[in-house]
């Protein structure tokens, strides 16, 4: 019994220090890119660079990842940071579903993941980006308003001279932004690394070797590991003897788009009624597109 009490808590400590140290990198690109926009980036030069057409805009977003790839552990602060300078949030939110997974860096750790079945790495880059832009087309004719929570800024004022932002106070608001958004970090690991240890892997393979809950169940595993999209695909990869295409994309699309800490993260930066709608139609997008396409 103590053999295996120790075993329990060394794979706790294994699987949360992998999470932290994993995301961490991404998170700090993520807050660093940010905190460069407030410096940089104008409310009229991205108005300038915004496609006035709404379906043109979320085609165009959706594929900035190729450019821009950031992984779901960063991207949140961006997005928050683009919707303040006047980025539409239905252009935000299908950017920050469609750049963690369409994006070169992935593709590469999926297609070497799924060596047998390079096919698996195009038909995720594609699942992804049809949900991003589906997404984004909903939240356009569903959502109204700023979804964005007041933050500290909005009550203030704002931070002085937005456009003229001092090297002091942006390394002020990067740690400001890094510190508000790394305690979630630090809760989803924690509970993704209490669950994974919980609930013994044997188990999980029984469960979901039922066709009928195959997709929610690797679709929660999805939500519950709280993997990096970088090395997801590797964890999809070992389930492939026992899973279909199917549930296999669903994890793979889902997981980057909406996890556990992303889900605390969302609702530090939006409010709570918006991340409802965005969780729901995520859960039935995914769902339905990885079940069309594990018939193709």
């Known amino acids: 019994m103590n053999f295996l009490q120790s075993v329990d808590i060394q794979s706790f400590k294994t699987i949360f220090l992998s999470i932290v140290l994993e995301a961490s990198p991404f998170l700090i690109a993520g807050v660093l890119v ?7 980036l104008s409310e009229r030069m991205l108005q300038r660079i915004i496609p006035r057409n709404p379906l043109i805009g979320l085609l165009s977003v959706s594929l900035l990842g190729i450019v821009f790839p950031v992984c779901e552990c960063g991207i949140v602060p961006v997005v928050r940071r683009l919707i303040k300078k006047g980025m539409p949030a239905y252009l935000g939110i299908a950017f920050m579903l469609a750049a963690p997974v369409v994006n070169p860096i992935v593709y590469a750790a999926t297609f070497a993941a799924f060596r047998t079945k390079p096919e698996m790495a195009w038909e995720r880059m594609g699942l992804a980006y049809a949900v991003a832009v589906l997404a984004g087309l909903f939240i356009y004719l569903l959502a109204d308003g700023n979804p964005l929570k007041r933050s500290r800024e909005d ?24 510190f508000d958004m790394s305690k979630y970090l630090l809760f989803g690991a924690f509970l993704a690394a209490s669950l994974q240890v919980l609930v013994s892997r044997s188990v999980l ?9 195959a997709y929610p169940f690797m679709m929660g595993l999805a939500y519950v590991m709280s993997l990096c999209s ?3 695909a590797f964890v999809a990869a070992s389930f492939s003897n026992v899973f279909a295409k199917g549930p296999l994309l669903a994890f793979l699309v889902l997981g980057p788009m909406l996890d556990f800490k992303s889900t605390l993260m969302l609702l530090s930066s939006f409010r709570t009624r918006f991340v409802l709608l965005l969780v729901g139609l995520l859960l039935v997008l995914v769902w ?6 594990g018939t193709l």
């Open 34 to 40: 940010s905190s460069l926009l407030q410096i940089w």
């Open 230 to 232: 970088t090395s997801d």
């Open 155 to 178: 009550l203030t004022g704002g931070t002085p001279a937005d456009s003229k932002l001092t090297w002091s106070g942006w390394a002020e608001h990067l740690l400001n932004e890094f």
């Open 205 to 213: 393979v029984d469960i979901g070797s039922d066709s009928l809950t």
């Open 288 to 293: 339905l597109g990885a079940a069309v396409a």
